[in-house]
């Protein structure tokens, strides 16, 4: 294979470069562009970050890293007292609630003694009433066998008895005027008195 050696065109006059809007010189030809660069030759492609081997670079990242730590460790610690601040009123809040809930099982334990004592009171109670029940029933019984009893004794007391009619009563009447009239009556009448 024989080798060539290429050498560049020779220059066109302008005439012909407008003809053919190309010019070897691209420096003479770029445009400036609103950010002032052209992106003719350049790259549109993110290139990855490396590491600087320079001692100076080295004590630069080290630095960067410590202020990131840094700021990492603040907001930890600030982040931790705020739990910490969380925490507490948690604990006395839960403190709290657990007295609430001793004191309502003390009043629900009293409340609870109270209810079985008051059952205790209403079934003696209920005894006591179905006891005065019963012995009322009694009594009625008794009374009305009573009543029965003297009306007997009143209807057999009445053949014996003697009824004295129009005779004037007098105001100050005692047992003793009463016989004496009884014995006048029966003298009268010329009947036998047992007296």
């Known amino acids: 294979m024989s080798r060539c050696e290429r050498t560049p065109p020779a220059a066109t006059p302008v005439g012909e470069m407008l003809r053919t809007q190309s010019s070897p010189d691209v420096s003479a030809t770029q445009k400036p562009t609103d950010c002032g660069t052209s992106k003719i030759t350049s790259r549109n492609k993110n290139k990855r970050l490396r590491p600087n081997p320079s001692p100076e670079a080295k004590t630069v990242c080290e630095k960067a890293s410590q202020s990131f730590e840094e700021r990492i460790m ?50 003696s109670m209920k005894l006591t009433i179905a006891t005065l029940d019963k012995e009322r029933l009694e009594q009625r019984d008794y009374i009305a066998e009573l009543e ?13 008895s003697i009824e004295i009619r129009n005779v004037a009563s007098s105001e100050s009447e005692s047992t003793a005027d009463l016989t004496n009239i009884v014995i006048k009556t029966c003298s009268a009448i010329q009947l036998i008195t047992p007296l």
């Open 74 to 123: 603040d907001m930890l610690m600030s982040w931790k007292k705020e739990q910490d601040s969380l925490l507490k009123r948690l604990t006395s809040d839960m403190t709290e609630i657990k007295q609430q809930i001793k004191d309502m099982q003390k009043s629900y334990t009293e409340t609870e003694k109270w209810r079985d004592y008051m059952d205790v009171e209403y079934e």
């Open 148 to 160: 029965k009893k003297v009306e007997d004794l009143q209807t057999s007391a009445r053949s014996s």
